[in-house]
């Protein structure tokens, strides 16, 4: 027999986990709106207006249901938040489509919108967070980090949701890109594989306070960058070369590089 103790606890576990949908629900949900925002070969394509909205009207009773399970945990009407999500769709997919073009003019690799949407990891992450950032800002609890993490899983890019990310966003490679909570991030910004932008600090104090750097428009930081603290502004149009650690802010048009010291010992 086990404890009675133990058994008591995971009960009450079970019960509080009762009182959300569980993940799989989450991530099958939002990978469908996936596939309607941008339809693979494979799945359906909707012949006419009539079609799409039908789908659409669907997804907004399959959301209300997945709300409706936490009504708890929430601030509004399950209907109502569903129904406002879906009025969100418009300007999420208006803005996934700068991030297509950031991708597609940015990486010279890039043949073609369709391929940037299919097989770059970026823009998976990317997508995902935005989702995501739409149901953090309208105060739903644990959906908007089950849907980051699950692109994190997939990507390795782990975007907070709470992060504020301008249009024409991209990510080249991506693999071990951290954006933190409370990130703000301008317009055509360019990211690279590695980079950090972070808190100088992890004690729960810091909870409510800005704890990540602020990014200005069309800032490039290329791979392995770390870029610290909720007083930390990159200025727009600036460069940030590899490997660089940056705790302070930094002026507009400024170009900061590491220098490595390389010696040969024969």
């Known amino acids: 027999m086990l404890p009675k103790d133990f058994?008591?606890?995971?009960?009450?576990?079970?019960?509080?986990?009762?009182?959300?949908?569980?993940?799989?629900?989450?991530?099958?949900?939002?990978?469908?709106?996936?596939?309607?925002?941008?339809?693979?070969?494979?799945?359906?394509?909707?012949?006419?207006?009539?079609?799409?909205?039908?789908?659409?009207?669907?997804?907004?009773?399959?959301?209300?249901?997945?709300?409706?399970?936490?009504?708890?945990?929430?601030?509004?009407?399950?209907?109502?938040?569903?129904?406002n999500y879906i009025q969100n769709l418009p300007e999420i997919y208006r803005v996934l489509l700068t991030d297509i073009q950031a991708t597609l003019l940015g990486d010279p690799a890039a043949q073609s919108e369709y391929e940037v949407i299919r097989a770059y990891p970026g823009f998976y992450a990317i997508a995902f967070y935005r989702l995501a950032h739409?149901?953090?800002?309208?105060?739903?609890?644990?959906?908007?980090?089950?849907?980051?993490?699950?692109?994190?899983?997939?990507?390795?890019?782990?975007?907070?949701?709470?992060?504020?990310?301008?249009?024409?966003?991209?990510?080249?490679?991506?693999?071990?890109?951290?954006?933190?909570?409370?990130?703000?991030?301008?317009?055509?910004?360019?990211?690279?594989?590695?980079?950090?932008?972070?808190?100088?600090?992890?004690?729960?104090?810091?909870?409510?306070?800005k704890r990540h750097p602020t990014i200005e428009d069309h800032v490039v930081i290329y791979s392995g960058a770390t870029i610290l603290g909720g007083e930390t502004v990159v200025g727009a149009h600036s460069i940030i070369g590899g490997n660089v650690w940056l705790t302070r802010s930094v002026p507009p048009q400024t170009k900061i590089y590491h220098q490595e010291q390389v010696k040969i010992l024969n």
């Open 7 to 83: 058994l008591e606890a995971l009960s009450q576990k079970h019960t509080k986990s009762n009182t959300f949908p569980s993940t799989s629900a989450v991530k099958e949900l939002f990978t469908d709106i996936m596939l309607t925002l941008f339809p693979e070969q494979t799945q359906r394509h909707y012949g006419c207006l009539d079609e799409l909205q039908e789908a659409f009207d669907q997804i907004e009773l399959r959301l209300t249901r997945l709300l409706r399970s936490m009504q708890k945990h929430l601030d509004e009407d399950a209907r109502i938040l569903a129904s």
């Open 134 to 209: 739409a149901l953090y800002e309208m105060n739903v609890p644990m959906l908007p980090r089950i849907l980051t993490e699950y692109a994190h899983s997939k990507t390795g890019i782990d975007i907070h949701p709470g992060a504020d990310i301008d249009e024409y966003f991209m990510i080249d490679h991506g693999t071990g890109v951290v954006v933190g909570e409370t990130t703000t991030i301008g317009k055509h910004v360019k990211l690279y594989q590695g980079v950090t932008l972070g808190a100088l600090s992890v004690s729960k104090e810091m909870a409510s306070l």
